[in-house]
T-cell receptor
Framework: NAGVTQTPKFRILKIGQSMTLQCTQD?????MYWYRQDPGMGLKLIYY???????DKGEVPNGYNVSRSTTEDFPLRLELAAPSQTSVYFC?????????????FGPGTRLTVL | GNSVTQMEGPVTLSEEAFLTINCTYT??????LFWYVQYPGEGLQLLLK?????DKGSNKGFEATYRKETTSFHLEKGSVQVSDSAVYFC??????????FGAGTTVTVRA
């Protein structure tokens, strides 16, 4: 199993551009998450999904959109990139909704908005 | 709401030194507690976890005990190696599968 994969690894955007961060998992997990990691800060939840067709906002959803058309894929869309969105983005998945369950993380996408 | 407070870094140690990273939490109910580790250039991976009071999680020589009376989950290792250099995150999951993370502690181990 590849686990959770993310593309691209790095990206530089200009202000106002848009892009999609891709996330795929091959563990048949229902639950998927997008986090951002800013320097010196813990991870903040952007959006999450409890299954195909169902998504919901996390702590910091402004400026982002998501969709979940399949169990495997959970792309994150930035419509109008802003410097405040410069961050490292992590996708994660878990099998259940139990608080005891482990989340599995992808390697991250480092995004710079100039 | 839920929150996690971690010891601020960075922490620099010599090989074979003892490592402690403090973590305290605020949450209602009985959260599960986790330590995740992020090695340079990689994503986060689970190091250990504890799901109820007085549980001890352990892995790769690291240990942490869930102390409800002090709302703490401190990470310890008796003898660190250079390969333990990483960023360590304490996290909690209350009952809604959404993790709340601490700010992370950067640990550097020198040979």
């Amino acid at each position: 199993n590849a686990g959770v994969t993310q593309t691209p690894k790095f990206r530089i955007l200009k202000i106002g551009q848009s892009m999609t961060l891709q996330c795929t998992q091959d563990m048949n997990h229902n639950y998927m998450y997008w986090y951002r990691q800013d320097p010196g800060m813990g991870l903040k939840l952007i959006y999450y999904s409890v299954g195909a067709g169902i998504t919901d906002k996390g702590e910091v959803p402004n400026g982002y959109n998501v969709s979940r058309s399949t169990t495997e894929d959970f792309p994150l869309r930035l419509e109008l990139a802003a410097p405040s969105q410069t961050s490292v983005y992590f996708c994660a998945s878990s099998k259940t909704s139990l608080s005891t369950d482990t989340q599995y993380f992808g390697p991250g996408t480092r995004l710079t908005v100039l | 709401g839920n929150s996690v407070t971690q010891m601020e870094g960075p922490v620099t140690l010599s090989e074979e030194a003892f490592l402690t990273i403090n973590c305290t939490y605020t949450a209602t109910g009985y959260p599960s507690l986790f330590w995740y580790v992020q090695y340079p250039g990689e994503g986060l991976q689970l190091l250990l976890k504890a799901t109820k009071a007085d549980d001890k999680g352990s892995n790769k020589g690291f240990e942490a005990t869930y102390r409800k009376e002090t709302t703490s989950f401190h990470l310890e290792k008796g003898s660190v190696q250079v390969s333990d250099s990483a960023v360590y995150f304490c996290a909690l999951n209350r009952n809604d599968y959404k993790l709340s993370f601490g700010a992370g502690t950067t640990v550097t181990v020198r040979a």
